[in-house]
């Protein structure tokens, strides 16, 4: 247990339904990220943020999807009107400012049907 | 941009010894990690290597050599709880955050 927390842990949802994930990363880490996992794949960067600043997204962040962190501590992401493709594992990792390393949650698994 | 690459799979035996090669190409090299990820769980750190040459800790080891975009990580006295994902993975460069850029993991299975 690296100490962030995701929840919840499994998803299951229709086509077109909204869905939002929450993560709790550890308490003195200032910087969050969100990544998506898909089966025999490596983690793909989603967005970061830096306390409740969200600096930076990737270009498979479509307007469909939306982070937040309002107050510099847990974050959520959502999903609007949820696609097949978006069937995933969605891991939230943290790191302090200092440190190099990130240390991921347990994720949350999308399934779309 | 970056790109990495790691073998798909891999098998050893209980007892002995693995290495887990990655190449990558970076525009600006800023460390390399190793995750161990068990099937369905989060990616655990295993490594960091930011200088030349290999750092042991306990059974694994990683090692890197920055001229040749290479890195292993080596598994001595293999355990059936070994079998796992082993991920590769560098930051972006020239960016603060440091969002990691993964290569597609090497499956390895122990046999008894």
């Known amino acids: 247990d690296t100490g962030v927390s995701q929840d919840p842990r499994h998803k299951i949802t229709k086509r077109g339904q909204n869905v939002t994930f929450r993560c709790d990363p550890i308490?003195?880490?200032?910087?969050l990220y969100w990544y998506r996992q898909t089966l025999g794949q490596g983690p793909e960067f989603l967005t970061y943020?830096?306390?409740?600043?969200?600096?930076?997204k990737s270009r498979l962040l479509s307007d469909r999807f939306s982070a937040e962190r309002p107050k510099g501590s847990f974050s959520t992401l959502e999903i609007q009107r949820t696609e097949q493709g978006d069937s995933a594992m969605y891991l939230c990792?943290?790191?302090?400012?200092?440190?190099?390393?990130?240390?991921f949650g347990p994720g949350t698994r999308l399934l779309v049907l | 941009g970056q790109n990495i690459d790691q073998p798909t799979e891999m098998t050893a035996t209980e007892g002995a010894i693995v290495q887990i090669n990655c190449t990558y190409q970076?525009?600006?090299?800023?460390?390399l990690f190793w995750y161990q990820q068990h099937a369905g769980e989060a990616p655990t750190f295993l490594s960091y290597?930011?200088?030349?040459g290999l750092e042991e800790k306990g059974r694994f080891s990683s090692f890197l050599s920055r001229s040749k975009g290479y890195s292993y990580l080596l598994l001595k006295e293999l355990q059936m709880k070994d079998s796992a994902s082993y991920l590769c993975?560098?930051?972006?460069?020239?960016?603060?955050?440091?969002?990691?850029?993964f290569g597609g993991g090497t499956r390895l299975m122990v046999k008894p």
């Open positions: 990792a943290s790191r302090r400012v200092a440190g190099e390393t990130q240390y």
């Open positions: 308490s003195e880490h200032n910087r």
């Open positions: 943020f830096q306390n409740e600043a969200q600096l930076e």
């Open positions: 970076t525009s600006g090299f800023n460390g």
């Open positions: 290597n930011v200088l030349d």
């Open positions: 993975a560098v930051p972006k460069p020239n960016n603060a955050g440091n969002m990691l850029t």
